[in-house]
């Protein structure tokens, strides 16, 4: 008798764990992609014209929480046979289908126009705003953008020229920005020549886009593939 009750529970935590745990593993993977998204290299947000890449990313970091916390409930209401709280397991996991299905599509829509969005705004954004008051974040971006990336401008180092900072008293004998240098030193900008600046084909634009179209092909893959991982925790066997 003990061994058949021994069988059976071990037949019910089977069915119960192995969608849950398939559930918990895309909810944590995609909980990670959302965060190093964010943390990656987050400063050249505030370079971006809009807020949908930043957007896909909350979106699936709240889709990986819910998913989380929704296993256990999926799992609690197996072990209990309680059919109200499968039906609600049920539901969230719908749901949760649709936030991830919403960001992996956000991302591809964006990965579309991403290079458009940059050519009409990122040179605007640098040269207007790079440090002016009150823009100390886009500065910030700016200087790391080029020290990272290891260009000079958004597309090439002339973009400077017409930039409201060198034109000012504040830029002295500068002409393009010291995070141009190769190795930064007081006022380096001052000196335009290949030797001291880094002067790559195609500027900082070439680079930012094919880093952002980069993240926005892997979140719309984890978004999209583990929303299809949800469909085959909602066919399997409970």
């Known amino acids: 008798m003990l061994e058949i009750i021994?069988?059976?529970l071990k037949d019910a935590a089977f069915l119960c764990f192995t969608p849950v745990c398939m559930l918990q593993v895309g909810g944590a993977a995609v909980m990670a992609v959302g965060i190093w998204t964010l943390i990656d290299k987050s400063d050249y947000l505030s370079l971006l014209a809009s807020s949908?890449?930043?957007v896909s990313a909350y979106i699936l970091i709240f889709a990986?929480?819910?998913v989380m916390i929704t296993g256990f409930l999926g799992c609690?209401?197996?072990?209990r046979e309680q059919r109200s709280c499968l039906s609600m397991y049920f539901s969230c996991l719908l749901l949760i289908f649709l936030i991830e299905l919403v960001a992996?599509?956000?991302a591809y829509v964006y990965y579309q126009r991403l290079s458009d969005e940059l050519k009409q705004h990122l040179n605007q954004t640098m040269t207007e705003n790079y440090a002016q008051p009150g823009k100390?974040?886009?500065?910030?971006?700016?200087d790391r953008l080029q020290q990272d990336f290891k260009c000079c401008g958004s597309n090439n180092a002339s973009d400077w020229q017409h930039s409201v900072y060198i034109n000012s008293a504040e830029?002295?004998?500068r002409v393009v920005p010291d995070s141009c240098c190769k190795t930064i030193t007081p006022s380096c900008g001052g000196r335009d020549h290949p030797s001291n600046i880094y002067k790559v084909e195609g500027g900082c634009i070439t680079k930012l886009e094919q880093f952002l179209a980069d993240h926005l092909l892997?979140?719309?893959a984890v978004g999209i593939g583990v929303a299809c991982l949800q469909v085959s925790a909602l066919t399997s066997p409970m």
Not at 136 to 142: E, F, G, K
């Open 52 to 54: 949908t890449f930043a």
């Open 104 to 106: 992996g599509v956000l």
């Open 136 to 142: 100390n974040l886009i500065t910030h971006a700016v």
């Open 6 to 8: 021994m069988t059976c």
């Open 76 to 79: 609690c209401a197996v072990i």
């Open 171 to 173: 830029a002295g004998t």
């Open 218 to 220: 892997i979140i719309g």
């Open 64 to 66: 990986g929480g819910l």
